[in-house]
Structures are given as structure tokens and as C-alpha cells.
């Protein structure tokens, strides 16, 4: 038993290690100056150059950026907490024609690739006027056929004997779902909103196209905007970087445990 969990924790620390050490790096690099960050070979000392990160409050609307940024996260995760559990409640257990038919047209979202979606969201977004403005940034992301699969396959999971029993109790399908399912599909409900957090968070692509006044950007846009095109001010992404990393950090940290369980209990139920 000794021998076994040292040959497990020989491959988790240098696996931990190499976790962390990309995180380092850009602390390290944020308390550069340019010409140290781009020196061959790199340094691995910082050098205390905190100005860096009040450049980056200079050089971008920071504060504007960082409450667009958590509206969006914060908005697309309620609204697919909300719709794709309502959705996957239907489809795992109430009965209706062609359900499994309807659910396999949902899946095959999954394997169209999001950027087949971009002009037609772009022109449904510019025809409602909604062109740099929160809710282009909101209404795309309310919803997901991923998030439906993983919480239909939750629901699945979880006896039918509480909801016999509810229904017994005279509770219509819309009490059973608020009241006895939603809170037992509590761990797969936050692997869902972690999930939809960093993805919303780390969203480039779509916040580009649609929003390209500073003012209305997100950080991943408004940090992508600091690589020029010639020469980039490395020290300062990385403290750009580094402040739009944490609080989904944060977030990942407090929520771990729960978002371990509720992957863990999704199973492999249809």
C-alpha cells in the first residue's frame, strides 16, 4: 500500500507542478519590464515593476469591461440554470410524443460547429439594434444543448420514488420540478453554472464580433486588444491577464467540491 501511493503521488506532483507553473509564469512576467520578459534566456526572478498593473487601468476601461464581463457571465449562467433544467426535467421525465426524437435533434447542435452560428446570430442581433449593447452579449448564451444533455442525464440519476410520491401528494409536474427535483439536482446545477461561468468568462469570439466599442467590450476582448501588431507589452497582458483570472478562480475554488459531485453523479443514464 506504502509503495502504491508513492508511485501516485510521484505523477501527481510533477503533474501539480506543471498545473501551476503557467500560473507563475505570468506573476513573474507581470513584474517585468519588456525588455527583461523578451530577454533570451528569460529570467525566472521578478522585479517588483507593480506599475504594470495600473497601466493596464490606463490603457483600458477596466472597470467598465470587468462589470460587462460579470453581467454576462452572471446573466448566461441564471438562464441556463433556468431553461436548460426545465428542458432536461421534460426530457427525462415527463412523456410526450416524439421526445426521444426531439432530444436527438437537440444533441446534434453538439456537432455543428459554433461558428456556423456567428452570421446569423450577428444579423438577428444587428436587426434588433442590439449591436454594442449587454444583452448581444447575454441572449446568444441563455441556452445550451450541452447543458440540457448533462442535466437531463442528473435527473435521470434520481429515484422516481420522491416524485410518485409528490404527485400522490396532488403536486402538478411545475411544483414537482421546482420543489422536489431542482433541489436534489443541486451538485448538477452548479457543475452546469461553473461550467457556463468560465466558459462565459473566457468567451473571445463572439464579444469581438458583436460589441466593438471599448466601453461595451469584455476583458478577453478588451485584453486582446494590447497585442499590437508589431510589438506587444507582454508585462502588462500578463497583469491584465492576471486580474481578469481570478475571480473565476475564486469562484472554482469555493464551488470545487460541488462541481466534483455533480460531474461525478451525471452518470451514463438514458
Not at 65 to 77: E, I, K, P
Request: glycine share 8%; net charge positive.
Amino acid at each position: 500500500m506504502a509503495d502504491r501511493r508513492l508511485a501516485v503521488h510521484a505523477v501527481l506532483i510533477p503533474a501539480s507542478l506543471a498545473v501551476v507553473a503557467p500560473f507563475v509564469w505570468q506573476i513573474v512576467t507581470s513584474l517585468k519590464t519588456l525588455s527583461s520578459a523578451t530577454r533570451v534566456p528569460p529570467s525566472l526572478l521578478p522585479e517588483g515593476r507593480w506599475e504594470n498593473y495600473g497601466r493596464v487601468f490606463g490603457l483600458l476601461p477596466f472597470g467598465d469591461q470587468f462589470l460587462n464581463t460579470v453581467l454576462m457571465a452572471v446573466g448566461r449562467t441564471a438562464g441556463q440554470v433556468l431553461f436548460c433544467s426545465m428542458a432536461a426535467y421534460a426530457f427525462a421525465r415527463l412523456r410526450f410524443p416524439l421526445k426521444n426524437v426531439i432530444f436527438g435533434v437537440f444533441l446534434s447542435v453538439l456537432m455543428v460547429p459554433p461558428q456556423l452560428f456567428v452570421i446569423p446570430q450577428y444579423q438577428i442581433m444587428s436587426s434588433l439594434g442590439w449591436l454594442n449593447s449587454l444583452q448581444a452579449l447575454i441572449v446568444p448564451g441563455l441556452f445550451s444543448a450541452f447543458g440540457v444533455f448533462l442535466l437531463r442525464q442528473f435527473f435521470l440519476s434520481l429515484p422516481a420514488e420522491l416524485e410518485e410520491a409528490a404527485r400522490l401528494d396532488g403536486a402538478g409536474p411545475v411544483r414537482i420540478y421546482w420543489s422536489v427535483m431542482l433541489p436534489l439536482a443541486r451538485p448538477g446545477l452548479v457543475a452546469l453554472a461553473v461550467l457556463t461561468l468560465l466558459w462565459s468568462w473566457n468567451d473571445l469570439f463572439w464579444p469581438l464580433v458583436v460589441n466593438t466599442d471599448p466601453e461595451k467590450m469584455t476583458l478577453s476582448a478588451g485584453l486582446a486588444s494590447l497585442q499590437g501588431q508589431f510589438q506587444t507589452d507582454y508585462p502588462v497582458l500578463m497583469a491584465g491577464s492576471l486580474l481578469a483570472s481570478l475571480p473565476v478562480i475564486t469562484v472554482f475554488v469555493f464551488l470545487q467540491r460541488q462541481f466534483i459531485q455533480g460531474i461525478a453523479h451525471t452518470g451514463i443514464k438514458g
